[in-house]
């Protein structure tokens, strides 16, 4: 009787280095503008103006970076497919 699933090696299919990397990094800047926001808020005395602002800036642009990522990530996926298939062709 097997209780454990056999183990599969990682693939660079999986990316799961990266995938973890990626939501280090989100959360790290957004942490970094909410206490940016904070020491702002408190120097100027406007609590939670700066970092209500901040955090929807920094979320935003996060995703417009991963967005940019998965574009280019695919368009190269998509060029090496192209390239296998004239591969097969000649």
């Not at 935003?60 to 060029?79: D, N, V």
Request: aromatic share 12%; proline share 3%; glycine share 10%.
């Amino acid at each position: 009787m097997k209780v454990l699933a056999p183990r599969r090696p990682i693939n660079d299919t999986q990316q799961s280095g990266q995938t973890l990397g990626r939501g280090m990094d989100f959360a790290l800047v957004v942490l970094v503008f909410l206490g940016v926001g904070y020491g702002l808020d408190r120097w100027l005395d406007t609590k939670p103006a700066f970092m209500i602002g901040l955090v929807v800036f920094s979320v935003i642009g996060q995703f417009i970076k991963m967005y940019y990522e998965y574009t280019q990530a695919m368009e190269a996926l998509e060029a090496e497919r192209a390239a296998k298939r004239v591969g097969r062709a000649a």
